[in-house]
């Protein structure tokens, strides 16, 4: 999807970020954007970033919506067909670990009630395959509790 600056009565496209201050973008460059304007992209209350499960891995951001759902972030420069395994991986952990991020949102001052019932995994990724569209389909049409949602980056 292409996006447009529009000025008075005409539009330009806007053309896909591929540097920044000179140096190629990566992965932690696209964290870094959407981490710091989260609430105003995905309506997401930054919680943490890189953080830790107990089975070894970290989830690239944490946070929780406007409507208490916990929410985590997976980003993927170029194209990665294991970002919505990640994200379902992290997200079994979080379910059995729901005290630990109950804590963090308490030591964040996060005062709304957590909505378990409706958690979100929200992948960036500059591409995806027809399997990882399918995946996310598939869990979108057979579970109301989960949202999988896939955002296209275009760097």
């Known amino acids: 999807m292409s996006l447009y600056a529009v000025?008075?009565?005409?539009?330009?496209?806007?053309?896909?970020?591929?540097?920044?201050?000179g140096k190629k973008i990566v992965e932690r460059d696209i964290q870094n954007i959407f981490e710091a304007s989260l609430d105003e992209i995905l309506n997401v209350t930054f919680l943490a970033s890189e953080y830790s499960t107990s089975f070894g891995g970290r989830m690239d951001t944490i946070g929780i919506d406007n409507e208490g759902n916990p929410c985590i972030i997976e980003y993927k420069k170029g194209h990665n067909e294991s970002v919505i395994n990640q994200g379902l991986s992290y997200l079994r952990w979080l379910l059995d670990h729901k005290d630990s991020f109950e804590k963090l949102c308490g030591l964040k001052g996060v005062t709304r009630a957590i909505q378990w019932d409706s958690p979100r995994v929200i992948?960036?990724?500059?591409?995806?395959?027809?399997?990882?569209?399918?995946?996310?389909?598939?869990?979108?049409?057979?579970?109301?509790?989960?949202?999988?949602?896939?955002?296209?980056?275009?760097?």
């Open 123 to 155: 992948c960036v990724a500059e591409s995806y395959n027809k399997f990882d569209t399918d995946t996310a389909d598939l869990l979108q049409s057979t579970s109301s509790s989960i949202a999988i949602s896939c955002m296209k980056a275009a760097c």
């Open 7 to 21: 000025s008075g009565n005409s539009a330009k496209r806007v053309k896909p970020l591929i540097d920044r201050n």
